[in-house]
């Protein structure tokens, strides 16, 4: 298998999170060679330096020197909008599994979906374009999640859940079986969703409700 080239696009914490995802996968298996980060507004580049890491630039670096990427951004909005843009230069995102996470069969991941460690995908679950799966994250069978959508650690999804696009999961949110999380709604953290969330709503609390 040849190693490709990547570039992460975001160097805060995130990014750094996804580099240290991309460092377990080629323990395993060189697959790819990181040879950077890019980021409009990069902050603390001296946490960059102690990982060894480059800042290449801004993101028109990575549209003058195309690329296979990764989007290391924990915010759904500005990942479809640099997705977008990439897409438009003709630029492709990896599929990133840690190797401590489990996928299991007959699973689907998008371009772009990131399974960080520890994290579960048991079977028949649709993981759409440039979702994340933050660490220690579970998603149960005949399940269907849309794109952009951000998982924060530990959140919990049940069977036969179905989530829109653009959902954002706080902290050890739990989303119990056969529910519908609409596009662009907010779960909160340690949220027990126990009923249908609306498209754009806001849920919080134990059960969750709209706020």
Not at 5 to 20: F, K, M, N, Q
Not at 146 to 172: K, M, R
């Amino acid at each position: 298998m040849a190693v490709q080239d990547l570039v992460i696009v975001g160097a805060g914490g995130h990014g750094r999170e996804v580099y240290d995802t991309l460092l377990a996968v080629n323990a395993e298996q060189p697959t790819f060679r990181v040879l950077g980060v890019v980021d409009d507004a990069p902050r603390h580049t001296d946490r960059l330096d102690r990982l060894g890491l480059e800042l290449l630039g801004d993101v028109d670096w990575l549209v003058a020197h195309p690329c296979t990427y990764v989007l290391g951004i924990g915010t759904s909005g500005p990942r479809r909008a640099l997705s977008d843009r990439l897409g438009a230069a003709g630029m492709t995102a990896a599929t990133v599994v840690h190797p401590d996470a489990r996928v299991g069969p007959d699973c689907r991941l998008g371009e772009g979906v990131m399974v960080f460690a520890r994290s579960t995908v048991t079977t028949n679950v649709t993981l759409g374009r440039h979702t994340h799966l933050n660490v220690g994250c579970s998603v149960q069978h005949d399940t269907v999640v849309g794109e952009f959508v951000q998982f924060s650690p530990n959140v919990f999804v049940n069977g036969d859940c179905t989530l829109g696009d653009d959902v954002f999961l706080g902290t050890s949110a739990t989303v119990t079986r056969g529910l519908t999380v609409g596009d662009g709604a907010t779960v909160g953290a340690g949220a027990m969703v126990l009923a249908d969330v609306g498209p754009g709503t806001r849920v919080v609390g134990v059960p969750a409700r709209p706020r």
